[in-house]
């Protein structure tokens, strides 16, 4: 009997520069990390209807493609799923409340940033 592997952790990255988008995908794979790519909060907003429980990491920049900026997914992201590690980034002052428990990242940040941000969800 062979045997069971564990399930992996899943991130939802949220950006809408495909380039970022990507290079942190693959970061977050290379740990390990299974990753759902979303250039918009309102496609991640119909990730998180079907899959809220399962992620455990979500990374959003704050401008996005589409009406909602990344500060109200990740209101509504805690709304679903209360434990979910949530990140904002931006390259501007944050001018709006994150929910409790969400963190806010200046850009540029270092991809070792993610890397440790990435081993923290996973404990949590």
């Known amino acids: 009997m062979g045997q069971s592997k564990p399930f992996p952790a899943t991130a939802l990255i949220v950006e809408d520069d495909a380039m970022q988008r990507e290079m942190l995908s693959l970061l977050?794979?290379?740990?390990?990390?299974?990753v759902i790519q979303c250039e918009s909060a309102e496609a991640a907003e119909r990730v998180l209807e079907k899959n809220a429980g399962a992620l455990c990491l979500?990374?959003?920049?704050?401008?996005?493609?589409?009406?909602?900026?990344?500060?109200?997914?990740?209101?509504?992201?805690?709304?679903?799923?209360?434990?979910l590690d949530?990140?904002?980034?931006?390259?501007?002052?944050?001018?709006?409340?994150?929910?409790?428990?969400?963190?806010?990242?200046?850009k540029p940040w270092a991809p070792l940033d993610v890397l440790r941000e990435a081993e923290i969800a996973q404990l949590s």
């Open 58 to 83: 979500l990374l959003t920049d704050v401008q996005l493609a589409g009406r909602m900026t990344g500060v109200e997914l990740a209101h509504v992201a805690k709304d679903r799923n209360p434990k």
């Open 86 to 106: 949530v990140v904002v980034t931006s390259g501007r002052p944050l001018m709006q409340a994150l929910p409790d428990g969400a963190k806010f990242w200046a």
């Open 28 to 34: 977050l794979e290379e740990s390990g990390y299974q």
